[in-house]
């Protein structure tokens, strides 16, 4: 589509005011680009809640009552459940409004075309954000990738230990979706959660040629699974080959902020290698990025790690974008569907007994 960049700022709703708006939020608090003009949610509870945040914005209880208003809007930060993202993301796009999507960008490649085809036909723009790709010790992992100081990848791996107890307070609404997708056999860990490690994969080697996975299961109360152990091995079209191992540690104390995910990736190089220590939770109490090569260890300590802070510059990228349009969106629909089918060839490969499956293949 062609798309003529805005002069002026954005006019923004909120389409979901939940848990995760406290972190996309960050992108709009004093950015010039964006004027807040809208909030959407059938909870009234939230809904002041969050209006202290933007007093001039209005309050809708729907997208269909914020349409029928007549106030003007250009873009949509849509921050709803996942089995809601098709139905909403081709109702939002209908009403001519942009969208900045929540990942993952829905369960099955079916939603996902139908959803791109809504976009295309109403001319509008859908983006599905992925704040790790932003988050600053992977940006940084990935220019030192980039520089050739570690010399020729010859593979990485990737790491996440999943606990239950630390962090912050989740509503339990909230979870009550995640039981659902759990019961769609789209697991937390596997394909929530996961689809961020699946995303910098892809952001960090390119395209996925095959993938071959063992999802395991755990019952943490009666009737309810998460799926680890989990273990995907993957090659991309250049040859460089990822492991992750995913581990449930259900009783084990995290400190963190927010979710409690203990997380790392180590990419090897010829000479040497690079290794992020954590991300959203404080795991290993060691600099967020250390770098060994030739015999000498390179830590960076000043970077920034807050986990928030990488919603804060995924949300900037996405609004400075809508004033130049230049650049990739990180991610475009199209770029999304890649990674959705990263996911949904790990499931077809741990179906098939661990065999290999081409994300491509999938239809």
């Keep these: 589509m062609s798309f003529a960049p805005y002069e002026r700022p954005v006019r923004a709703a909120f389409v979901g005011l939940g848990r995760i708006y406290d972190l996309n939020v960050r992108a709009y608090v004093d950015n010039p680009d964006v004027e807040v003009v809208a909030l959407v949610d059938p909870s009234e509870e939230r809904r002041a809640q969050r209006r202290a945040d933007w007093p001039a914005a209005r309050t809708f209880t729907s997208a269909a009552e914020l349409a029928a208003s007549g106030l003007e809007v250009d873009a949509v930060e ?3 459940p996942i089995p809601l993202h098709a139905d909403g993301v081709a109702e939002l796009v209908g009403y001519g409004w942009h969208v900045n999507l929540q990942k993952p960008i829905c369960n099955d490649l079916a939603d996902a075309n139908r959803m791109l085809g809504a976009a295309a ?5 859908l983006r599905v954000m992925d704040n790790y790709i932003f988050y600053e010790p992977l940006v940084k992992l990935k220019e030192i990738v980039a520089s050739g100081e570690l010399g020729e990848v010859t593979g990485y791996h990737m790491k996440m230990v999943a606990s239950g107890r630390g962090g912050w307070d989740v509503p339990g609404s909230t979870y009550e979706w995640q039981f659902q997708q759990m019961r769609r056999g789209r697991g937390t860990l596997v394909f929530d959660d ?9 952001w960090l080697f390119g395209p ?4 071959r996975a063992w999802v395991g299961t755990t019952e943490v109360i009666p009737g309810i699974e998460v799926d680890a152990p989990t273990t995907l091995v993957w090659e991309h079209h250049s040859g460089i080959r990822g492991v992750w191992d995913i581990t449930l540690a259900i009783d084990m104390y995290l400190r963190s902020d927010y979710y ?6 180590e990419i090897t190089g010829r000479r040497g290698y690079a290794r992020v220590n954590r991300c959203t939770a404080r795991g290993i109490q060691q600099p967020s990025l250390e770098v060994y090569v030739d015999g000498e260890m390179r830590s960076y300590h ?3 790690d807050d986990w ?4 804060r510059d995924s949300g900037h990228h ?3 974008w809508l004033h130049t349009g230049e650049g990739p969106m990180l991610w475009s629909g199209d770029e999304a569907v890649n990674v959705l089918r990263f996911a949904l060839a790990s499931y077809a490969s741990n179906a098939a007994g661990g065999t290999g499956v081409d994300p491509d293949s999938l239809e």
Excluded: C, P, Q
């Excluded at 689809?195 to 910098?200: A, C, G």
């Excluded at 928030?308 to 919603?311: T, V």
């Design 318 to 320: 996405w609004l400075r």
């Design 194 to 202: 996961g689809w961020h490690k699946l995303s910098t994969a892809i």
């Design 121 to 125: 036909a109403g001319g509008r723009l």
């Design 308 to 311: 928030a802070s990488s919603f």
């Design 302 to 304: 000043a970077l920034d």
């Design 78 to 80: 849509v921050l709803l």
């Design 208 to 211: 996925i040629k095959e993938v």
């Design 260 to 265: 409690t995910n203990d997380e790392r990736w």
